[in-house]
């Protein structure tokens, strides 16, 4: 398979030579690829375990709820509530661009299989959007502080490839960004699409504390063997 041409900026992280598995690994609203690459080490993988972590930056655009400034942004938020009017052309034009970046990780020889989507906030909501549209099973799906966007399509528009992937979901008791209500929302939806979702909560606000790093760890070894 040859790999699409235009792909997003990207950071990588081999923890070994010729990488057998991959994390894509998508950022917050306002971040960008360079957020997520201390968390590799504090990972603690197994020694040889030959993975590639992909940070992309997301593209700079207007952001609705922020005056219009520009930011790196996977699509507008455009009121505070997240969900009760959605960028549902600016949420499927970065699941197209998601959609590139796993293609070039199977043109470098590592299949969809042993790839595990995972992403923070804005990140971890395309990482469900994508995931549960894909065509190919992924390895897992980690999404954190997040919620799932467009809910009302999910269950006409998912791919029964990944109907039985494993979703490690996560948030704070605290959060202020992503009301804890939300997740819960998007917890009972994949429940009821009878999704493998397991959920965990930390007493943190819109951040990742150490607990999680190391649930995280232990999801990783599992779903990449």
């Not at 030959?50 to 207007?62: D, E, G, T, W, Y």
């Not at 922020?66 to 959605?86: F, K, Q, T």
Request: proline share 7%; net charge negative; glycine share 8%.
């Amino acid at each position: 398979m040859t790999a699409p041409a235009d792909l997003l900026d990207c950071i990588e992280i081999e923890t070994a030579p010729n990488p057998t598995h991959a994390v894509i690994w998508l950022h917050g609203l306002g971040a960008d690829g360079n957020d997520f690459v201390p968390i590799v080490p504090e990972l603690r993988l197994p020694a040889g375990a030959a993975v590639r972590f992909v940070f992309p930056n997301a593209p700079v655009q207007p952001v609705t709820i922020n005056n219009g400034m520009a930011m790196r942004s996977w699509y507008d938020i455009l009121v505070m509530d997240l969900v009760r009017v959605e960028d549902g052309q600016g949420i499927r034009r970065s699941e197209a661009e998601v959609r590139k970046l796993i293609a070039r990780e199977n043109a470098r020889g590592i299949r969809t299989s042993r790839i595990v989507l995972a992403g923070f906030s804005q990140g971890c909501a395309m990482t469900l959007h994508t995931g549960l549209r894909l065509p190919e099973q992924l390895a897992g799906m980690i999404g954190l502080s997040g919620y799932l966007p467009l809910i009302d399509t999910a269950e006409a528009e998912r791919h029964a490839a990944n109907a039985g992937t494993p979703i490690f979901l996560a948030h704070g008791l605290y959060d202020p960004v992503v009301p804890l209500a939300r997740a819960k929302a998007t917890l009972a939806e994949l429940q009821r699409l009878g999704c493998d979702v397991s959920w965990h909560t930390y007493p943190m606000p819109h951040s990742v504390c150490a607990e999680e790093v190391a649930d995280i760890s232990a999801f990783l070894g599992r779903v990449l063997g």
